[in-house]
């Protein structure tokens, strides 16, 4: 939830670009015909989801370091590193790596995980981008999914409005989720409470993306575009 759905972080947003009525060449567009209702909208969601969908738990990178002063301070991996070596998707063993303290570069111990090959399985590699807390787009080569979304209903939309040459609009959904059998884990779902909250929101819980109309239609589309 993303999350990507990749999403993380997992509330996206989908916009709808159209043509603006305020000039006459605009006005003969094909956009101008187009409708917005929940057929269109549920067709665009389906297949942004079916390209996009994928749950990712945001560990991009592996191995995956994890320090005694992670553990002191309750980093996100020292909490939820030790349960996927529970249950079977990571492996553990001592290493070394640079950490900077006090703004010098130093070795410090650390204990390195890396996937089994269970839970390579759940490693996604394809171009995955998310979203800095500034809003910049960051690419990855891929990242560890927990399960796939998949459109439930269209809600609700809200009213088109014009953003530069484009109108937008943000579209209210419930969705479905093929999550993968361990994501029922009474100890993951405590490690990993986005994960908890979108596998038990299923078919309740109220996403958002935006969309955006082109000539071929209403398009879903990401974040950064």
């Known amino acids: 939830m993303n999350t990507r759905t990749r999403l993380a972080a997992l509330y996206c947003l989908l916009a709808i670009e159209a043509s603006t009525t305020g000039t006459s060449a605009r006005a003969e567009t094909p956009q101008k015909n187009a409708e917005l209702n929940n057929a ?13 969908g994928d749950f990712c738990l945001g560990k991009f990178d592996w191995p995956i370091d994890v320090s005694a002063h992670d553990i ?41 995980y890396v996937l089994t090959a269970e839970g390579q399985k759940f ?24 399960g796939k979304l998949s459109l439930d209903k269209v809600i609700s939309w ?5 953003v530069g040459d484009s109108q937008e609009t943000t579209i209210n959904y419930t969705y479905k989720i093929a999550a993968a059998d361990w994501t029922h884990n009474p100890q993951i779902r405590k490690a990993f409470p986005m994960l908890d ?21 209403w398009t879903a589309i990401n974040l950064w575009e």
């Open 40 to 52: 269109a909208l549920s067709s665009a969601l389906q297949t942004y989801l079916v390209q996009q």
């Open 72 to 112: 002191t301070i309750h980093t996100n991996n020292a909490i939820q590193m030790p349960v996927l070596e529970k249950i079977g998707l990571v492996s553990s063993s001592d290493s070394t790596a640079i950490r900077k303290i006090d703004e010098t570069d130093t070795t410090v111990p650390v204990r390195r």
């Open 123 to 146: 490693y996604l590699q394809k171009p995955i981008n998310s979203v800095s807390p500034s809003g910049e787009k960051i690419s990855h080569r891929g990242d560890f999914c927990a």
């Open 158 to 162: 809200s009213a088109p409005h014009d």
């Open 197 to 217: 909250r979108i596998v038990t929101g299923a078919g309740t819980l109220q996403l958002q993306q935006r969309a955006r109309l082109t000539p071929s239609g």
